[in-house]
T-cell receptor
Framework: DTGVSQDPRHKITKRGQNVTFRCDPI?????LYWYRQTLGQGPEFLTY????????KSRLLSDRFSAERPKGSFSTLEIQRTEQGDSAMYLC????????????FGDGTRLSIL | SQQGEEDPQALSIQEGENATMNCSYK?????LQWYRQNSGRGLVHLIL?????REKHSGRLRVTLDTSKKSSSLLITASRAADTASYFC????????????FGQGTELSVKP
């Protein structure tokens, strides 16, 4: 399977805990995107990388959110001191660098905060 | 924030009928893309239409784009029960690095 892989698929945690999600993009894709999706809504952009460079992070929801892509391959999204409102589906997508290319999405990590 | 709106929010049809979904957006775009999402899963890319294109076909799917009205439509012909899913339009805006801005989606139900 050469699609986008996300781990874990589901994460249940208590309020105040830290969580980290991993995304493995399609291997030849330079760009990697993180989105958040709440129930009944479309995905909302959070941040993106071109290779290892994080080119936009202004849409990360607060300073509790951070993302890395240290070697330009897989990426991690961390949420510190989780809150009830962080419950959502976190989606990762990748694409080639060139113009007008579709993004390929993983199946997401569903986060539930108790 | 969402780029625009999709209409209708929900659509229920019988197998074999056609389904039309509409999307409006607000800014200049490089392209507009349509995705499908089954419950609890990620998004599957359907069609990408560039800003200089007006119509595109892929199998039973037909997409139109009117940049003067900032709107697009997705037509699914001869629908099947397996087409039941949520459908989202997403815009790739100028000078935004390819990030997508999604609408709220249309929930399509196709009854056998």
């Amino acid at each position: 399977d050469t699609g986008v892989s996300q781990d874990p698929r589901h994460k249940i945690t208590k309020r105040g805990q830290n969580v980290t999600f991993r995304c493995d993009p399609i291997s030849e894709h330079n760009r990697l995107y993180w989105y958040r999706q709440t129930l009944g809504q479309g995905p909302e952009f959070l941040t993106y990388f071109q290779n290892e460079a994080q080119l936009e992070k202004s849409r990360l929801l607060s300073d509790r959110f951070s993302a890395e892509r240290p070697k330009g391959s897989f990426s991690t999204l961390e949420i510190q001191r989780t809150e009830q409102g962080d419950s959502a589906m976190y989606l990762c997508a990748s694409s080639p660098e060139y113009w007008n290319q579709p993004q390929h999405f993983g199946d997401g990590t569903r986060l539930s905060i108790l | 924030s969402q780029q625009g709106e999709e209409d209708p929010q929900a659509l229920s049809i019988q197998e074999g009928e056609n389904a039309t979904m509409n999307c409006s957006y607000k800014t200049s775009i490089n392209n507009l893309q349509w995705y499908r999402q089954n419950s609890g899963r990620g998004l599957v890319h359907l069609i990408l239409i560039r800003s200089n294109e007006r119509e595109k076909h892929s199998g039973r799917l037909r997409v139109t784009l009117d940049t003067s009205k900032k709107s697009s439509s997705l037509l699914i012909t001869a629908s099947r029960a397996a087409d039941t899913a949520s459908y989202f339009c997403a815009t790739d805006e100028h000078n935004q690095g390819g990030k997508l801005i999604f609408g709220q989606g249309t929930e399509l139900s196709v009854k056998p």
